[in-house]
């Protein structure tokens, strides 16, 4: 038995460890506290592909208000 924790965003569950073993597995899933909005700002930006959208050529867009 392994635990893994993450959060719920309202519409997926997402861990925030990579999970190395995928065989298919049982799950028990408990909801805890409800998270503010901080925590949960905090919470996102700490998943592993949180900033991979920087990698995407048409999110250059905005780069046409930053002054340089």
Do not use: N
């Not at 909801?31 to 925590?39: A, M, P, Q, S, Y």
């Not at 919470?43 to 999110?59: I, M, N, T």
């Amino acid at each position: 038995m392994e635990t893994i924790e993450g959060y719920y965003d309202g519409q997926r569950i997402v861990p925030l460890a990579e999970i190395q073993d995928h065989r298919h597995r049982r799950v028990k899933i408990t909801l805890l506290e409800v998270l503010t909005e901080e925590e949960e700002i905090r919470l996102a930006a700490s998943h592993s592909d949180a900033f991979k959208f920087w990698d995407d050529p048409r999110e250059d867009i905005y780069q046409d208000y930053v002054k340089s």
